[in-house]
């Protein structure tokens, strides 16, 4: 059993493979957080849920651990719930009334019920146990049983006790455009660290993850508490240490600019914000929720397919796309191997460049004067598929769209409208903007044989108004508008299960566990420097799978900073992920096309093992000048080592790479310049050498089992 109930003590115990978490009901009938970590019986936890008084300031401390914490009464720290009622109370005393258990078929599910102490507010906290990935979802159920509306201030969707440590020290990420996951810690002293997005989007900021260690947690050791929310608009995660020496982690929808009116008998849905336990380090929480993603998030007909390789040909045409010019590229990348063909912004509409024609999706007549279907057709005749980009999100002033309906944007009176990148966002949260949204999408996927779509935001929202709106209502537009680019997403999915999905927002503005419901792949970074790329995708892997991250070879020199590697390298920095190439085919000479051929072959047979294998960051780019990261397969029978060099001082010699994860008493060939064999406990206590040298140098290990 993964879940266990004392009813008489009322007290709550769940187990995963390797911890338990456990809370229970005070005298007072609040809900208390008692234990996070080790397995422990649930008999352990009586006698512990015992009132703290310090003084007529601090009369209640217990409530610092409280699982779900109102806003009311003798409690001072960061809410979780925050209301306000029909009379103009915002005191709220939730006490615990009932629990139910349910089974999802896979998972066990616990929601504990707590109501108000006077007015007609039930409160739903939902528990879901992922056992074999020592994970727990959870979030909350807000509930209006009365007949006035009820106004929603703050509605986080958990808080996360982290057990009382000497030192708390929080990692997570942050970064900005073309810098996008570059992971930071702080220690965590008395007040609060705030990661968190206002823009409308995930961001590229910020992420919404966090882990929580004593300062001690290494990569392959330690012990390490985690989170991640499932939200792609504003969110918050907030960590506070009290003066008690208590930490707790709230988190959830962003409170900025946020209120919602809760009418009689409507509830309110929290993001579910996922929480985890590691023993292993950094290393098993990432493998975790990477197992986690792949089986429990990723959308199920996608499951067990392979990302294919693409070649996406704006950095070969940008706007001035020709349907000749476009099908020379098709051969070229068709002789290389790839599977997929996408063409980018520029197909549609009067969109010449990136002033114009944006919201009106249409096909170009002049650069397709016999429509997709010409091209696609071409596509499929190489034995590719063909994919397609889009940004249904957004409107140039000059278009059709804005002409004929100038009041689909978020905009306030008297306030002239802020353009970035020559363009607006429209107002999701209309209907009839969502109508048009899906109708457009729809039409173009029924009339062209599309097999992939890249969902592109280019723009955070801003000016977050409408006409004949009430000012409150105004306040609910950052929700609504994920609420219905979920509910497109999930309409699209239905209707067109074989289109794979990627999400882009100018690189990695909108990469969360809630768009990866819908999207099978994220665009992690506009910046493909191969180099530059080593720190992002490790900032990526932290929480999200190889699979999802979506890798390109480009042209070298790159555009984010003039850097010139070789092709090698950026294939190695791309193979470690789900495989793109961007790069203008038609500067490719000869021997590099036939390079390339040669670097997709391969990663076809390594394409299994890095996408849905386990994966061990060996060296990391943030502490020297080397960075390693090896793939194995689920039975430990192959394994794949990128090593990549940044630059090499006096003609060092590198020092030996120790493996993990593999077989102890397994014998292994080792594919090097010189093969050889060892054992797998060889291979993790001694390691391998590394033939690097120079600057921006790189090599590909490959390791298979032949005997024991």
Same mark, same amino acid.
């Given at each position: 059993m993964t879940i266990q109930v004392n009813d008489e003590q009322q007290l709550f115990l769940l187990t995963t493979d390797n911890m338990c978490y456990g809370f229970g009901v005070d005298a007072k009938g609040c809900l208390l957080h008692i234990h996070w970590g080790?397995?422990?019986?649930?008999?352990?936890?009586?006698?512990?849920?015992?009132?703290?008084?310090?003084?007529?300031?601090?009369?209640?401390?217990?409530?610092?651990?409280e699982e779900y914490s109102p806003w009311g009464g003798l409690s001072f720290i960061e809410p979780a719930l925050k209301v306000k009622f029909h009379d103009g109370v915002r005191d709220l005393k939730l006490r615990y009334t009932s629990y139910e258990l349910s089974n999802s078929g896979e998972c066990d599910i616990l929601v504990i019920h707590l109501q108000d102490a006077y007015y007609p507010l039930e409160v739903r906290l939902t528990y879901t146990v992922i056992a074999g990935y020592d994970l727990i979802e959870r979030g909350a159920s807000l509930i209006n049983n009365g007949k006035d509306s009820i106004q929603l201030e703050v509605a986080q969707s958990a808080v996360w006790s982290i057990p009382a440590m000497k030192e708390s020290r929080m990692t997570y990420i942050?970064?900005?455009?073309?810098?996008?996951?570059?992971?930071?810690?702080?220690?965590?002293?008395?007040?609060?660290?705030?990661?968190?997005?206002?823009?409308?989007?995930?961001?590229?900021?910020?992420?919404?993850?966090?882990?929580m260690d004593d300062g001690s947690a290494k990569e392959a050791a330690g012990t390490v508490w985690f989170g991640a929310l499932a939200w792609s608009g504003n969110w918050k995660?907030?960590?506070?240490?009290?003066?008690?020496?208590?930490?707790?982690?709230?988190?959830?929808?962003?409170?900025?600019?946020?209120?919602?009116s809760m009418k009689a008998g409507e509830t309110f849905e929290t993001p579910l914000f996922i929480g985890g336990y590691s023993g292993e380090g950094f290393g098993g929480m990432s493998r975790r929720l990477h197992g986690y993603q792949l089986q429990y998030i990723m959308p199920s007909n996608e499951r067990s397919t392979f990302r294919k390789v693409l070649?996406?040909?704006?950095?070969?045409?940008?706007?001035?796309?020709?349907?000749?010019?476009?099908?020379?590229?098709?051969?070229?990348?068709?002789?290389m191997g790839v599977e997929l063909f996408v063409i980018d912004d520029g197909w549609f509409g009067k969109r010449n460049h990136?002033?114009?024609?944006?919201?009106?999706?249409?096909?170009?007549p002049e650069k397709f004067p016999n429509g997709l279907g010409e091209l696609i057709e071409s596509i499929n005749g190489l034995g590719m598929d063909f994919g397609i980009w889009v940004e249904p999100e957004m409107v140039n002033p000059d278009s059709d769209l804005y002409r004929n309906h100038p009041d689909w944007i978020y905009h306030f009176p008297n306030r002239e409208n802020s353009l970035a990148?020559?363009?607006?966002?429209?107002?999701?949260?209309?209907?009839?903007?969502?109508a048009f949204i899906l109708d457009f999408i729809t039409k173009l996927l029924s009339e062209n044989n599309i097999k992939f779509v890249k969902w592109d935001m280019n723009r955070a929202i801003s000016e977050p108004g409408g006409l004949h709106v009430p000012e409150a209502e105004q306040?609910?537009?950052?929700?609504?508008?994920?609420?219905?680019?979920?509910?497109?997403?999930?309409?699209?999915?239905?209707? $067109?299960?074989?289109?794979?999905?990627?999400?882009?927002?100018?690189?990695?503005?909108?990469?969360?566990?809630?768009?990866?419901?819908?999207?099978?792949?994220?665009?992690?970074?506009?910046?493909t420097d191969a180099f530059d790329r080593l720190k992002i995708q490790e900032g $990526?892997?932290?929480?999200?799978?190889?699979?999802?991250?979506?890798?390109?070879?480009?042209?070298?020199?790159?555009?984010?900073?003039?850097?010139?590697?070789?092709?090698?390298?950026?294939?190695?920095?791309?193979?470690?992920?789900?495989?793109?190439?961007?790069?203008?085919?038609?500067?490719?000479?000869?021997?590099?096309?036939?390079?390339?051929?040669?670097?997709?072959?391969?990663?076809?047979?390594?394409?299994?093992?890095?996408?849905?294998?386990?994966?061990?960051?060996?060296?990391?780019?943030?502490?020297?000048?080397?960075?390693?990261?090896?793939?194995?397969?689920?039975?430990?029978?192959?394994?794949?080592?990128?090593?990549?060099?940044?630059?090499?001082?006096?003609?060092?010699?590198?020092?030996?790479?120790?493996?993990?994860?593999?077989?102890?008493?397994?014998?292994?060939?080792?594919?090097?310049?010189?093969?050889?064999?060892?054992?797998?406990?060889?291979?993790?206590?001694?390691?391998i050498p590394l033939a690097l040298c120079g600057d921006f140098d790189s090599t590909l290990i490959r390791i298979r089992e032949i005997g024991t």
């Open positions: 080790n397995k422990i019986r649930i008999d352990d936890l009586a006698g512990l849920l015992q009132p703290y008084y310090h003084s007529h300031f601090d009369a209640e401390v217990e409530r610092e651990k942050a970064g900005k455009w073309q810098e996008e996951t570059q992971l930071k810690s702080s220690i965590i002293n008395e007040g609060k660290k705030v990661i968190e997005s206002r823009r409308g989007i995930t961001s590229h900021h910020a992420n919404p993850w966090f882990a995660i907030t960590a506070e240490k009290t003066a008690f020496g208590n930490v707790r982690v709230v988190g959830g929808i962003n409170d900025f600019d946020f209120e919602w070649y996406n040909s704006w950095e070969a045409t940008e706007f001035t796309i020709d349907i000749h010019e476009q099908i020379l590229l098709a051969q070229k990348a068709a002789a990136d002033k114009a024609g944006l919201g009106d999706w249409y096909v170009n990148r020559n363009q607006l966002v429209l107002n999701l949260s209309k209907p009839e903007v969502k306040r609910e537009f950052w929700v609504r508008h994920v609420q219905h680019l979920y509910e497109i997403w999930d309409e699209l999915r239905a209707k $067109f299960p074989e289109v794979t999905f990627e999400s882009c927002s100018s690189g990695g503005g909108r990469v969360d566990f809630g768009m990866l419901r819908y999207a099978d792949q994220a665009w992690v970074s506009d910046n $990526f892997s932290y929480t999200y799978a190889a699979q999802s991250m979506m890798c390109w070879v480009t042209d070298s020199p790159g555009h984010a900073n003039n850097r010139s590697v070789s092709l090698k390298y950026r294939f190695h920095a791309a193979m470690m992920g789900a495989l793109g190439i961007g790069g203008n085919l038609n500067h490719w000479s000869d021997a590099e096309l036939s390079q390339a051929k040669q670097w997709v072959a391969l990663y076809k047979e390594l394409r299994p093992m890095i996408q849905q294998g386990q994966q061990y960051r060996l060296l990391s780019p943030r502490t020297g000048s080397t960075t390693a990261v090896q793939y194995v397969n689920h039975d430990a029978s192959e394994s794949a080592v990128f090593a990549f060099l940044h630059s090499q001082q006096f003609g060092n010699f590198l020092p030996r790479l120790r493996l993990q994860g593999l077989q102890p008493d397994s014998i292994y060939k080792v594919e090097t310049s010189v093969p050889f064999t060892m054992s797998g406990s060889g291979l993790m206590n001694i390691g």
